[in-house]
Antibody, heavy 119, light 110 residues
Framework: EVQLVETGGGLIQPGGSLRLSCAASGFNVSSNYMTWVRQAPGKGLEWVSVIYRGGYTHYADSVKGRFTISRDNSKNTLYLQMNSLRGEDTAVYYC?????????????WGQGTMVTVSS | QSVLTQPPSVSAAPGQKVTISCSGSSSNIGNKYVSWYQHLPGTAPKLLIYENNKRPSGIPDRFSGSKSGTSATLGITGLQTGDEADYYCGTWDNSLSAYVFGTGTKVTVL
């Protein structure tokens, strides 16, 4: 079955760190652009980061310098390392697949993992 | 604040049609493909439209997309109660070097 499963969310204090994982099955993360999207409570969707097939990355200004996207091809897993967390990072985090040649469209999403930043 | 503007809400009776606009600029919609997503709270977003007007396998033809200049539109015909959800447009922004989502539109079936 083709799917994405996120794990790693939880309650973390401001200034803390957390690593989210996104395990893929049924396809190779290395063959696709992979992205993270979040939704804060009561807010809309916000793009966070992308990693391209060649390993090049982009980040939203709101997380640049604090978050790092990466992948482990041997584990077919995408990661988001989140450091210096702030209250405004509280959100459901989704990983998504962006197939090359698909016009920057996210055709497969995980179910999301909740991150709560609070003391 | 998003660079793509959508109406906060639209509504119509079952069986009717709604359209959702997405207004951007030359750095995003004007030069890039637009996608549309349906999002029900507590679930994963679903891709409805990609490359402005193409539907992924399994998406009914009640959903349609179009683009003109720096704006895009999602149309939903034959409205059903199951269509009640939030809808987002999205595209890459060359100036921001970032993907941007629209502000989101809540569809209500009266």
């Amino acid at each position: 079955e083709v799917q994405l499963v996120e794990t790693g969310g939880g309650l973390i204090q401001p200034g803390g760190s957390l690593r989210l994982s996104c395990a893929a099955s049924g396809f190779n993360v290395s063959s696709n652009y992979m992205t993270w999207v979040r939704q804060a409570p009561g807010k809309g969707l916000e793009w966070v980061s992308v990693i391209y097939r060649g390993g090049y990355t982009h980040y939203a200004d709101s997380v640049k310098g604090r978050f790092t996207i990466s992948r482990d091809n041997s584990k077919n897993t995408l990661y988001l390392q989140m450091n210096s967390l702030r209250g405004e990072d509280t959100a459901v985090y989704y990983c998504a697949r962006d197939p090359p040649g698909g016009g920057d469209a996210f055709d497969l999403w995980g179910q999301g993992t909740m991150v709560t930043v609070s003391s | 604040q998003s660079v793509l503007t959508q109406p906060p809400s639209v509504s119509a009776a079952p069986g009717q049609k709604v359209t959702i606009s997405c207004s951007g600029s030359s750095s995003n919609i004007g030069n890039k493909y637009v996608s549309w997503y349906q999002h029900l709270p507590g679930t994963a977003p679903k891709l409805l439209i990609y490359e402005n007007n193409k539907r992924p396998s399994g998406i009914p033809d009640r959903f349609s997309g179009s683009k003109s200049g720096t704006s895009a539109t999602l149309g939903i015909t034959g409205l059903q109660t199951g269509d009640e959800a939030d809808y987002y447009c999205g595209t890459w922004d060359n100036s921001l070097s970032a993907y941007v989502f629209g502000t989101g539109t809540k569809v209500t079936v009266l």
